[in-house]
């Protein structure tokens, strides 16, 4: 999978550290938002295993540091699951802004808690999937239990979790009294996935059960076997991303897209692009793709327009090279041809080219035994190819719409 470096802002105005998976095509079918277990981080081997099970399934994956963890701004201490909440909002307003709104969200231990509680808020999400969720919010007091009682009484205190110091304030706790999770499950309204292992020693499994009876149908649970809290075994993540990928499909509900072949006619050239600049082309049973390098916004995975526009003044040339030099019945062994397309100034050049004009430097290698009136020949017959002339003529294009059906 590609990975890109995103920031954007939370929910108390501290900016988050982010990361956007995305399939080895760099085009995805569908997007998935991430929540990581409490105190963790987008970066656990186990998000990053998931994630990259998800982007070989085609699903684009955005994971990111909750306020004051990982590589995020802000003070962890400032922080409470509600507001845990709010950054997942905020990461999915950052995504729909860009075009790419969650339809799926996942979330691990706590992460999974607060899925169930921000789906309300994401109308682009048809599927919810918890990993190792609490069956109640409440369920994270369990490890403050020592310091508990501090809290409330200092309003604060330094606790050690996972081998870190995290200072705990007693909004905190309250926040967590307050939250009803299973209201939250109960008027879900999209399709969920219960992931937990049995040995989980964390996070029992009877949250599990809480979480599945609280929930209507569609629903669904799979007992993740001999599968620890967090996932630490990378066989482990990867069959939850496959599991999650292979469950998640019929509920993103795509419409039938043909393919290219099935769509092109006799005559045509189809070209079809989605999200990013990656294109699809075909004519005839060729298939082929058409992108732009990363420095204007593509994932360089295919030639560039020009570039295609000078490869077919390349082939041309070549083959009318060929096709006359064997009609003749000359000694021509090779020909490599040397294209560059640029823009120069030009004197005819029209207004709203800003006096510029498109130019192509063609250098012909010929190769073979031949002559010097054979070569000077050659070199005059490259300039009568059919590419040749029409790109020096013009060419008249006539565009209309197919009507709102793309595949119209």
Known sequence: MSTERIRFQGTNNAELSARLDLPPSGRAEAFA????????????????????????????????????????????ADTTFSSNVGDL?????????????????????????????????????????????PGEVAHVRHLLQDAEEE??????????????????????????????LERHIANLR????????PTDNIVGIDNAARIYTAAKHPKSFVSLHEADHLLTEERHARY????????????????????????????????????????????????????????????????TPYDLLVQALGA???????????????????????????????????????????AVDRVIHLSGPLDAAQRTRLLDIANRCPVHRTLESGVHIETRSAGPDPNG
């Open 33 to 76: 938002l991430f929540a990581h277990c409490f105190t963790c981080s987008k970066d656990l081997k186990a998000a990053v295993h998931l994630s990259r099970a998800l982007t070989q399934a085609g699903v684009g994956v955005l994971r990111f540091d909750f306020t004051g963890l990982g590589e995020s701004e802000g003070d962890f």
């Open 89 to 133: 909002v905020a990461a999915a307003r950052h995504m729909e802004a860009q075009a790419m709104p969650p339809a799926i969200l996942v979330g691990h231990s706590l992460g999974g808690a607060a899925v169930l509680c921000a789906a309300a808020e994401m109308p682009a999400v048809r599927a919810v999937v918890t990993i190792g969720a």
């Open 151 to 180: 809290i409330r009484a200092r309003g604060e205190a330094r606790v050690v979790l996972a081998g870190r110091a995290f200072t705990i304030r007693k909004e905190f706790l309250d926040d967590l009294d307050a939250a009803n």
């Open 190 to 197: 999209r399709a969920l996935l219960v992931l937990h292992a």
């Open 240 to 303: 939850a991303g496959d599991v999650i990928a292979a469950w998640v499909r019929p509920y993103l509900d795509p419409p039938e897209t043909p393919t290219l072949e099935q769509l092109v006619e006799q005559g045509q050239v189809l070209a079809r692009i989605g999200q990013g600049l990656l294109t699809e082309l075909q004519v005839r049973h060729h298939a082929s793709l058409a992108d732009e390098p990363a420095a204007v916004g593509g994932n360089d995975l295919g030639p």
């Open 316 to 358: 041309c040339t070549a083959m009318t090279l060929r096709l006359y030099a064997d009609r003749k019945g000359w000694p021509l062994e090779e020909v490599l041809i040397r294209l560059e397309h640029r823009k120069i100034h030009g004197m005819d050049a029209p207004a709203d080219a800003g006096g510029r004009i498109d």
